[in-house]
């Protein structure tokens, strides 16, 4: 089975720190997402990306900045945290290219910023 | 205009009914569609994916597609309660972008 795993599930930080969301997931997939999720806005894509040391800006990136140094881990970034970045932050991955490109999903970190 | 929309809900429908959820989608190289099934408080699953116009049957759910109309459904037959949950829609442009629409609520009542 594809396993997604997001390092917390629950976080709680202050107003201007540097907050770090990891994600790894074990089946060797390229692409990788970050995706945010508010009620009634459903997931917004931050950011994408698709190999190693590429990245994409989804429709939501202000804000936020990602790395991914290596092909199992994509990390997330948030500079400065705001209180407006309180969230459930979900991760995905899936296959490049083909017509099943299905998305798995991390079990979610959700961030509340103080 | 948003790439994908569907009707936010709440759809509420009895034990035993159809449910039909709908979604739109502007890409018009969108090659196939991803019906994903989220419950409260956890992450989003497939349910099935279709990329050939027409129908798909799996069990009790059935994807549509009509590529020249842009539209993808998805057709849920006898719910239960246990189907109550947020539907949401995903096309695969051929891109590397994945976006989903905001999801359908779907309650089914005992």
């Known amino acids: 089975d594809v396993k997604v795993t997001q390092s917390s599930r629950y976080l709680v930080k202050r107003t201007g720190e540097k907050v770090f969301l990891e994600c790894v997931q074990d089946m060797d997939h390229e692409n990788m997402f970050w995706y945010r999720q508010d009620p009634g806005l459903g997931l917004r894509l931050i950011y994408f990306?698709?190999?190693?040391?590429?990245?994409e800006k989804g429709d939501i990136p202000e804000g936020y900045s990602v790395s991914r140094e290596k092909k199992e881990r994509f990390s997330l970034i948030l500079e400065s945290a705001s209180t407006n970045q309180t969230s459930m932050y979900l991760c995905a991955s899936s296959l490049l290219g083909g017509l099943n490109t299905e998305a798995f999903f991390g079990q979610g970190t959700r961030l509340t910023v103080v | 205009q948003k790439e994908v929309e569907q009707n936010s809900g709440p759809l509420s429908v009895p034990e035993g009914a159809i449910a039909s959820l709908n979604c739109t989608y502007s890409d018009r190289g969108s090659q196939s569609f991803f019906w994903y099934r989220q419950y409260s408080g956890k992450s989003p699953e497939l349910i099935m994916f279709i990329y050939s116009n027409g129908d798909k049957e799996d069990g009790r759910f059935t994807a549509q597609l009509n590529k020249a109309s842009q539209y993808v459904s998805l057709l849920i037959r006898d719910s239960q309660p246990s189907d109550s949950a947020t539907y949401l829609c995903a096309p695969n442009t051929g891109f590397q972008k994945l976006v989903f629409g905001t999801g359908t609520r779907l309650l089914v009542s005992p």
């Open positions: 990306s698709y190999d190693v040391k590429m990245k």
